[in-house]
């Protein structure tokens, strides 16, 4: 399926780190299982599932990525340039998203549309490297940010679906 963004901003807001994620197709397999589960648990690959879906705003969709049910990020998504600024001001009302930002020690900018920035869930993260042990803790938060794209780039082409 094709979509009209060529990237998406990718921001970790404890980190304030902003690549780019080239708009890779999504498997229609997997586009496939999360729209038809959104708002449910929707189990992906590998033990990760995306868990709870809030879209406050057009263009806008919150949801939690875990692993083997451990929470590890909430997930804010933006793919309206009309309410982008909207979104970003929602989000940074939300704790998870203030903790984040003091390990940072700074609030980022309003990334370009689309965007992804992903919220840490310090008992999360931590629950997750004491499961998986150190030396999985970098493998498995490298397959958390794939999963992440993954499922971002799948809700932004099932907006795109009339």
Not at 52 to 57: H, I, K, L, R, V
Not at 75 to 104: P, R, Y
Not at 114 to 121: D, E, G, I, N, R
């Amino acid at each position: 399926m094709q979509n009209k963004f060529e990237s998406l901003a990718f921001l970790t807001l404890a980190s304030n780190h902003l690549p780019h994620s080239r708009g890779s197709p999504v498997e229609d397999r997997i586009l496939e299982r999360i729209s038809r589960s959104l708002g449910v648990i929707v189990t992906l690959w590998g033990g990760w599932s995306v868990e709870g879906y809030e879209a406050p705003f057009e263009g806008f969709v919150i949801f939690r990525m875990a692993h083997h049910g451990v929470p590890g990020t909430d997930c804010f998504l933006c793919w309206s340039a009309d309410n982008s600024a909207i979104a970003w001001g929602h989000m940074l009302t939300l704790d998870i998203v203030k903790v984040n930002l003091l390990v940072s020690d700074r609030e980022p900018p309003v990334p370009i549309t689309p965007w992804l920035a992903v919220a840490m869930s310090p008992e999360g993260i931590g629950a997750m490297a004491q499961k998986e042990g150190m030396a999985r803790a970098a493998e498995v938060m490298m397959e958390l940010a794939d999963a992440e794209r993954c499922v971002a780039w799948a809700m932004i082409e099932r907006s795109m679906t009339p």
